[in-house]
Structures are given as structure tokens and as C-alpha cells.
């Protein structure tokens, strides 16, 4: 069973910027594809960014804004956020896929963290 816990998440300015992290139980992190969703209010989940040993894969809607990357030696994943939005105001997720590939479905993850609030004001 692998245990993800995010952080990061809190309240900014529409402009400004924040880092998530995801930080992962299982020492085989490595072989994962890790991925970043949200859940706005009344919205359903939805794809933001995703990671694998081959590249990576954004979102359109958060392509030239938000970055994902991975720590191995860490075992953690982060989604560095810049330009926010208040559309951008959503519950985020991080979740490990252990298929390895990048994923836009949700269904296609096996663990899933327990979620951070990101707040942002117009």
C-alpha cells in the first residue's frame, strides 16, 4: 500500500505562485507515474499534470503556467504553480499509477493522497 501526502497548498493572490508536494511511502517510487488532479466545487476531478520515467504531460488549461516534476531520491513529486488563477481554486490531488505510463483518467491510479486546498483571490 502506498501512502501519499501532499502539502503545499493554501491561499494566493490571482498572479502569484505556490508549490505543491506529494511525498510518497513506497521506495519504489521510481517505477510510478505520478499525476496531479483537482476537484473544484460541484466540478468533477479533472486532469492537471502527470509524470513517468519517459516525460511528462500538462494540462491545456495550465500548460505555460504550472511545471511537474519528480525527486526520486526523495520519493516526491511536486507541481510548481505560477501565474494562479481563481479559476485555479480546487482541492488537489496527487495520486501513483503503477502502470507507469502517463495517465490523463483518474481511473488509472491506484493510490491517491488525501488532497490540498489551493485558494485563489481575485
Known amino acids: 500500500q502506498v501512502q501519499l501526502v501532499e502539502s503545499g497548498g493554501g491561499l494566493a493572490q490571482a498572479g502569484g505562485s505556490l508549490r505543491l508536494s506529494c511525498a510518497a511511502s513506497?521506495?519504489?517510487?521510481?517505477?510510478?507515474?505520478m499525476g496531479w488532479f483537482r476537484q473544484a466545487p460541484g466540478k468533477e476531478r479533472e486532469f492537471v499534470a502527470a509524470?513517468?520515467?519517459?516525460?511528462?504531460s500538462l494540462a491545456d488549461s495550465v500548460k505555460g503556467r504550472f511545471t511537474i516534476s519528480r525527486d526520486n531520491a526523495k520519493n516526491t513529486v511536486y507541481l510548481q504553480m505560477n501565474s494562479l488563477k481563481p479559476e485555479d481554486t480546487a482541492v488537489y490531488y496527487c495520486?501513483?499509477?503503477?502502470?507507469?505510463?502517463?495517465?490523463?483518467?483518474?481511473?488509472?491510479?491506484?493510490?491517491w493522497g488525501q488532497g490540498t486546498q489551493v485558494t485563489v483571490s481575485s
Open positions: 495520486a501513483a499509477s503503477k502502470l507507469g505510463s502517463i495517465w490523463h483518467e483518474s481511473e488509472r491510479y491506484d493510490y
Open positions: 509524470i513517468s520515467w519517459s516525460g511528462y
Open positions: 513506497e521506495r519504489t517510487f521510481s517505477s510510478y507515474a
